[in-house]
């Protein structure tokens, strides 16, 4: 019980991946579809994205509301290299239509595939950088930051549907394949599974990294400047860098899952980028259970999967209504989320029940004290 | 004076969908993501209750249909906003970020809910007679939608500055926004004040859908264009003061227009926003500031 609770959170990681790299074993046996397969790894991204906004809200109490920014910034990098693939390294249709007769400047890096890693790391590292210097310290903190980022991300999104012949506008990066070729179809299963395991990889990476992360002294600081800013400031510690260097990563993660994203998706659209697309990030964070790593990776596969499962069909309307609901509740009386509840809220009621049957059962018993009397 | 009135509209818009936000964000400090499907509420409004008249007066009825519905969509918004303010935002004064989750989450059951029973389509309001043509001043014609949403604007700053500042229920709002538990001292009814001023957010809300149900069709994510700006038009102003969420969104709109002119109307909008994130780092607080010695304000 001691060690269940000590080593909870790892211990459901470690069942959480065990499951999916069962996954692909049953693929091959045929007893899943590869459409689940393929949908699992996109949930592997989202977990990543979730961890990444974990550690600055859950953890920094930072609330982003733009970080399908930064995810777009990934996924697009990803995808104009695999497009440039299919393209030979010639500039794409989009680009033609659009009117330009040379590949454009921007997307030169990613002809090749280390120099679109290094940018993958690079683009959101330095639009993170710049926007958190400033905003962090003119102190601008709390709703106004969230504000700021969702106008910011709005920003973005209009200008990257403005900008058509780089972007190719509303429609964007579609009709691409993964980095090990096509996925879909009997014939390409073997690409379908490395590639799985290769976001499965990335995903006990990232989760080792912020497990590691929030361990330290730098991660104890991150909770202090949640729990009391101004104290932290007193202290002496420069809240405004560490709120910065943490808001780095957490794009940084965010880029990476938007890269990894687009290898199964096969398209990235602005749709990702926008506000209510970040909105819904935070909703899995919230629903998983904010402050706990684990917390995010579980809220986004349920809501994932929930979603998979149920906005296809008949529940497709009551879908909108239920995950609503859930984050309404979820709120405004389970801070913790699932994980709050199972960690907190039940042992709680267990105990006030179990106080409560101790006492009942004291008072049918006779006082033996008065009768010494 | 073509573009001054194009941007003298644009602001009065802005202005219009913020002015419920500055009372509910700027006062009470709750911010309500689901204004923008209050707005939405109204413009549907104003849908309903013109089709209903059309049905039983003909095509009269459609005219008067839709200045009746500017009452009655602030009434149903009202209620709507009390009720909310009852379930939902009451229970989260003070943690200004939760209050930004929850009512995203009522934003999306509400959008929801008008798909549901209006369906995908974006359905029309017809302009009513009076307001379809255009008077010409010299070169510029300018459109009476426009006049007629610009007059309502004032007429909604002027009735909201009066019940702010002139009447017991102003002063009575103001003093719980100040100081709470001094104000519960004096014997107010901060709960039922409480409630009141969310209602008269929404409200406006619902006034602001109306007029926006003039400019073009009604579907389920017609507030969400205006979130953003509107947000904005109040951080840029300053919190919780009245004047600066009009300066703010005139600033946003004349400053859009004019960058519209220069290049496209999505890049303009980008433009306008950034300029003014700058320009936040510069005065974070906002244009007009509250003073104030306390460390977290």
Redesign the interface.
């Known amino acids: 019980m001691k060690l269940l609770k000590k080593n909870g959170y790892n211990l459901c990681f470690t069942v959480i991946v065990i499951a999916l790299a069962l996954m692909p074993l049953l693929l091959l046996n045929g007893f899943v579809k590869s459409t689940t397969v393929l949908f699992l790894g996109k949930c592997m991204a989202f977990a990543i994205v979730a961890i990444g906004l974990d550690l600055i809200w859950g953890y920094t109490g930072i ?1 982003s509301l733009g970080h399908g920014l930064y995810f777009c910034l990934g996924a697009y990098g990803m995808g104009m290299y695999l497009k440039m693939v299919e393209t030979h390294g010639k500039i794409t249709d989009f680009m033609q239509v659009g009117g330009l007769t040379e590949l454009p400047l921007i997307w030169k890096p990613f002809l090749s595939l280390p120099g679109t890693f290094l940018m993958i790391f690079l683009a959101p590292l330095v639009v993170s950088g710049l926007i958190g210097y ?2 962090f310290k ?3 903190k ?3 930051f ?3 980022s ?3 991300t ?3 999104y ?2 990257f ?2 900008l058509s012949p780089y972007t190719n506008g509303n429609v964007g990066i579609s009709q691409i394949q993964s980095v090990l070729g096509s996925l879909r179809g009997p014939k390409n299963e073997g690409n379908l599974v490395t590639l799985f395991y290769v976001a499965l990889v990335v995903l006990i990476l990232i989760y080792a990294l912020s497990y590691f992360l929030v361990h330290t002294k730098f991660g104890k600081i991150l909770i202090a400047i949640r729990d009391g800013e ?1 104290r932290t400031y007193f202290s002496g510690y420069c809240v405004s860098n560490y709120k910065n260097v943490i808001y780095m990563l957490s794009a940084i993660f965010a880029a990476v899952a938007g890269a990894l994203f687009v290898n199964f998706n096969g398209s990235i659209t602005p749709t990702q980028m926008s ?2 697309y970040s ?1 819904t990030m ?2 899995w964070v ?1 629903i998983g259970g904010r402050g706990t790593l684990i917390g995010a990776v579980i809220g986004a596969f349920l809501i994932n999967l929930c979603e998979y499962n149920l906005s296809s069909g008949s529940m497709a ?1 009551s879908w ?2 239920i ?6 509740i979820t ?2 009386f389970f ?1 913790g989320g699932i994980v709050g509840i199972v960690k907190d809220q039940i042992p709680a009621l267990l105990q006030k029940r179990r106080s409560r049957a101790e006492k009942e059962g004291r008072d049918h018993q006779p006082i033996p004290v008065k009768a010494e009397e | 004076m073509n573009l001054l009135f194009n941007g003298l509209s644009l602001s009065s818009i802005i202005l219009l969908a913020s002015l419920g936000l500055a009372i509910t964000f700027g006062l009470m400090r709750v911010i309500n993501m689901a204004h923008g499907e209050f707005m939405m509420i109204g413009a549907y409004t104003s849908y309903v209750i013109q089709n209903l008249l059309q049905t039983w007066l003909g095509n009269s009825g459609a005219d008067v249909g839709y200045f009746l519905s500017i009452i009655i969509a602030f009434a149903v918004t009202f209620l709507i906003g009390s009720l909310l303010e009852t379930l939902v935002v009451s229970r989260l004064y003070g943690r200004e970020i939760d209050s930004l989750l929850a009512t995203w989450g009522i934003s999306l059951i509400l959008q929801q809910a008008a798909r549901t029973i209006f369906g995908t389509q974006g359905v029309l309001v017809t302009t009513p007679k009076v307001l379809s043509g255009s008077i010409r001043i010299g070169k510029t014609s300018l459109s009476m939608t426009r006049l007629f949403i610009i007059a309502l604007v004032a007429c909604c700053l002027l009735l909201v500055w009066f019940l702010m500042y002139r009447t017991n229920f102003g002063r009575q709002m103001r003093a719980v926004m100040q100081n709470r538990s001094m104000a519960q001292c004096m014997g107010i009814n901060s709960r039922k004040i409480d409630n009141l001023t969310f209602s008269i957010g929404s409200g406006l809300a619902g006034i602001a859908g109306c007029s926006i149900a003039l400019l073009g069709s009604i579907d389920s994510t017609v507030g969400q264009n205006y979130i953003v700006n509107t947000f904005m038009a109040v951080v840029l102003g300053g919190v919780g003061k009245l004047l600066g969420t009009v300066l703010g969104s005139s600033i946003i709109g004349f400053s859009s227009i004019g960058f519209e002119t220069m290049t496209s109307s999505s890049i303009a909008k980008a433009i306008v926003l950034l300029i003014i994130i700058i320009f936040l780092q510069k005065k974070p607080q906002g244009l007009f500031t509250v003073r104030s010695r306390a460390l977290d304000e």
């Open positions: 609330l400033f905003i003119n102190r601008v709390g709703v106004y969230s504000i700021i969702q106008a910011l709005w920003a973005a209009s200008i549907i403005a101004n506000i209510t909105i935070v909703i919230a309307e909108q209504y995950i609503g609901l859930l984050f309404v709120i405004l801070k």
